[in-house]
């Protein structure tokens, strides 16, 4: 049995080995923590940081009982680990922060969407599609133009296309590989914000100022943070980002990706059940980042200050831009973060910089 607080010197164990294992393990240690990295593989940006790396598939009975044994406390820093990887580790006695429910419903976007109306949090209307003919009767009921989404597996846009007209409707489920699908109306939004949020084990919650988003081609390109907000429109985010926790029962960081329409209505977009990109910014922007507030919460330690100490424009560095580091090691108002990963491909995170200016107070 784990007793929380977990003292320093304990073992957190993470599912996923990328950048945001890298990033989580670099904060775990700087309180005192080991973290043990179990990726299918051997040497990614989060084992090269981490005390202990275990290399095998999430399926893998024997090197989940190896995590399971080791670790205090097991986390995880991507979605698509498979639910019963979470439900072994359970079984084996391990405790699992954020709840496997919080995955799972984040796992699929016709679950989620449903799961965020039934909380009372808006999103665009939606309809589910199985096959060619749901998606014609969707554009009955939610007119044209749709984006029709695979409900599992799709991330920086990938799994999307979007249908002009029901006629079209073979042809775009054929493009996503006829896999159970969603059908979405246009969010018709004005701008992508995001809202980084936290929950620890006593209920305590602390919310991060609300970011800009600026995708490219469906990735994140670029984050301001605070965004320029009316009071109105912060407290509705704020509002949305307590039910949420609330509503999934939830410990540790969440990452909220919502649109603002041009009435000036917040909808949910999707919410990811762990650390996010549009909380990169945090390292260098806040008094205590992302990385460790997930750590604190996980380990059942009391959360931290989440107030913005600068105005930050969070840059991602794809695929070659990370090939610039020594013109941006150059900027004296920039703070670079490089996730030591070995292949440059085009679209790849490889890194992102945080240029930091001063906080105009009537920003926030
Ligand atoms: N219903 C929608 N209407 C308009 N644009 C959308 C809609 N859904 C998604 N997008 C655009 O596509 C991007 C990626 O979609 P999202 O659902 O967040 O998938 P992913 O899991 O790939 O991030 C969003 O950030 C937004 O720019
Ligand atoms: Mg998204």
Request: aromatic content about 6%.
């Amino acid at each position: 049995m784990t007793t929380f607080p977990l003292s320093p010197g304990s073992t957190i164990g993470i599912l996923g080995g990328g950048q945001l294992g890298r990033m989580l393990a670099m904060a775990a240690a700087r309180l005192g923590f080991d973290v043990a990295i179990l990726s299918p593989e051997a040497d990614g940006p989060a084992a090269r940081v981490a005390a202990h790396s275990i290399v095998g598939d999430y399926q893998d009975p024997v090197a989940l009982k190896a995590l399971a044994d080791i670790s205090d406390v097991i986390t995880f820093e991507f979605e698509n680990v498979p639910a019963p990887a979470l439900a072994e580790l359970q079984r084996l006695g391990a405790e699992v922060a954020p709840p496997a429910r919080a995955l799972a419903v984040s796992q699929d976007r016709l679950v989620e969407k449903t799961f965020l109306n039934e909380a009372g949090i808006p999103t665009v209307t939606f309809a589910r599609v199985d096959e060619a003919p749901d998606l014609r009767a969707a554009f009955q009921k939610l007119g044209a133009p749709l984006l029709l989404k695979t409900r599992q597996g799709g991330y920086d846009g990938k799994g999307q296309v979007w249908v002009d007209r029901a006629g079209g409707a073979d042809i775009a489920m054929g493009a996503l590989g006829d896999r159970p699908s969603i059908a979405e109306s246009p969010a018709d939004f004005r701008r992508e914000l995001a809202i980084i949020a936290a929950r620890g084990r006593d209920g305590e919650i602390a919310l991060y100022p609300l970011t800009e988003s600026h995708h490219e081609g469906g990735i994140l390109r670029r984050t301001t943070a605070p965004a320029k907000a009316s009071r109105r429109l912060l407290a509705e985010a704020e509002r949305i980002a307590a039910t949420l926790l609330g509503a999934l029962d939830y410990v540790g960081v969440i990452g909220v990706e919502l649109f603002e329409r041009d009435d000036g209505r917040l909808l949910v977009n999707e919410f990811a059940p762990r650390v996010h990109n549009t909380g990169h910014w945090t390292l260098d922007g806040c008094e205590v980042d992302q990385f460790e507030q997930h750590i604190r919460a996980i380990a059942g330690w009391p959360l931290g200050p989440t107030a913005a100490i600068h105005h930050v424009e969070m840059t991602n560095l794809l695929g070659e831009d990370v090939n610039g580091w020594a013109r941006l090691a150059r900027e004296t108002e920039s703070r670079l973060w490089l996730y030591g990963k070995r292949d440059a491909l085009a679209g790849r995170k490889m890194g992102h910089v945080n240029r930091l200016s001063r906080l105009d107070p009537q920003a926030t």
